[in-house]
């Protein structure tokens, strides 16, 4: 079993930034590919984010290439969210997710191929 917890939301005034970290409780955390996902009031929880195993494989949602960086440090069981020049539109409750069994260099988008889940952090890009 595997607890993420995640921390860093908050209110951000457009343009603005925030980082949102995710710790995990895994022995093998090293073996987990990550993910950030998010779910605004009446849509579906979508992918924003992904990284692989040890880091060397990346992938975003367009909306938020350019703008976001997903990051990890295996030694901290920690993986990251840098969310640049904030908009409106990701306004949302943040998800931090871990891939179970994960092959070396894998990124994985679609919720289903994640088995745990953190309990969200909400962030808010309002003036």
């Known amino acids: 079993q595997v607890q993420l917890v995640e921390s860093g939301g908050g209110l951000v005034q457009p343009g603005g930034s925030l980082r949102l970290s995710c710790a995990a409780s895994?022995?093998?955390?090293?073996?987990?590919?990550m993910g950030w996902f998010r779910q605004a009031p009446g849509k579906e929880r979508e992918f924003v984010a992904g990284?692989?195993?040890?880091?060397?494989?990346?992938r975003y949602a367009d909306s938020v290439k350019g703008r976001f960086t997903i990051s990890r440090d295996n030694a901290k069981n920690t993986v990251y969210l840098q969310m640049n020049t904030l908009q409106r539109e990701d306004t949302a409750v943040y998800y931090c997710?871990?891939?179970?069994?994960?092959?070396?260099?894998?990124?994985?988008?679609?919720?289903?191929?994640?088995?745990?889940w953190g309990q969200g952090t909400q962030v808010t890009v309002s003036s």
């Open positions: 997710a871990a891939a179970a069994a994960a092959r070396r260099g894998d990124v994985y988008y679609a919720p289903a191929l994640y088995n745990y």
């Open positions: 895994a022995r093998t955390f090293s073996s987990y590919a």
């Open positions: 990284i692989s195993r040890n880091g060397d494989g990346t």
